[in-house]
């Protein structure tokens, strides 16, 4: 069967719905979008006529303060939210479920057996924990952007997020994952670092702070360490994009070398601020 992308009013009513629901389930503040759907947000807020930007195929939104782990947090969401529901993982083995949102086409059919019908169109959720899943770290709520009032990554975590994702992709062993690295690369070259140039982007908060300099009292010091090793990594494969980092406030040490000293990272890091 030929998978057919949700359609941009497809991924808005499943935001919509993750929003409300786990800001009934979590709270207010204890959550943010990344990923595409975020990339997309970020986008249509610095270049709203840009066409090239790609369209989300699912959503992916972090949890900060849930105080579960991913299965109970799923279990929630669809008890709270019928539209939500869940299927056996494809990976030979696993005992996760992956979480789906059936989207609401007017007709409310439903199969003879109470669940959706396999022609029902339905829109992937991958639901994170902070500081647990793919060592992605916590934001606090004051930091956590709002853009058409949905709860977005701050855009230095979002491009540091993109770029841990292509280091992963790049060096898998399946297939259909290791393609995702080129996704990954046009998604920071095309669109995440040209949006990170956008002055109203850039001077996060009070203009006082730059989204770097932001990030840094947040981010933890181990995730800032891996993310200079990776710029250093990306532009070695794409020596072309050395500009580009050093146009939105990263002095790389060393762009050449794969591996940055202990001495030159922490150099780095009390550099993330704008000259």
């Not at 029902?120 to 793919?134: F, Y």
């Amino acid at each position: 069967m030929v998978f057919v992308p949700p359609s941009a009013s497809e991924i808005k009513q499943a935001a919509d719905d993750v929003v409300k629901t786990l800001r009934a389930i979590c709270g207010e503040g204890s959550f943010f979008f990344v990923g595409s759907f975020a990339c997309q947000l970020y986008g249509k807020f610095v270049a709203p006529y840009d066409r090239t930007m790609r369209s989300p195929n699912d959503l992916d939104v972090v949890v900060s303060t849930a105080g579960w782990n991913q299965e109970e947090l799923k279990r929630r969401m669809v008890a709270h939210n019928s539209s939500f529901f869940t299927v056996a993982a494809k990976t030979p083995g696993a005992t996760y479920r992956v979480l789906k949102y059936h989207c609401d086409d007017g007709t409310g059919l439903y199969s003879a057996y109470g669940r959706y019908s396999r022609y029902s169109r339905v829109v992937k959720v991958d639901v994170l924990i902070a500081n647990v899943t793919l060592d992605i770290p916590s934001v606090p709520a004051r930091r956590i952007r709002e853009i058409n009032g949905y709860p977005v990554s701050p855009l230095a975590l979002l491009i540091l997020l993109r770029l841990q994702a292509w280091d992963h992709h790049r060096v898998a062993i399946v297939r259909h994952l290791s393609e995702k690295a080129y996704v990954d690369y046009r998604d920071l070259t095309e669109h995440l670092l040209p949006f990170a140039k956008h002055h109203d982007v850039v001077r996060e908060w009070d203009g006082a702070l730059n989204m770097w300099a932001d990030a840094k009292v947040f981010l933890p010091e181990k995730f800032i360490r891996l993310c200079c090793q990776r710029m250093g990594q990306f532009c070695e494969q794409y020596p072309s994009q050395r500009e580009a980092w050093k146009s939105i406030g990263k002095t790389l040490p060393v762009l050449t070398r794969t591996r940055a000293s202990a001495d030159e990272i922490t150099r780095l890091i009390s550099r993330m601020a704008f000259d």
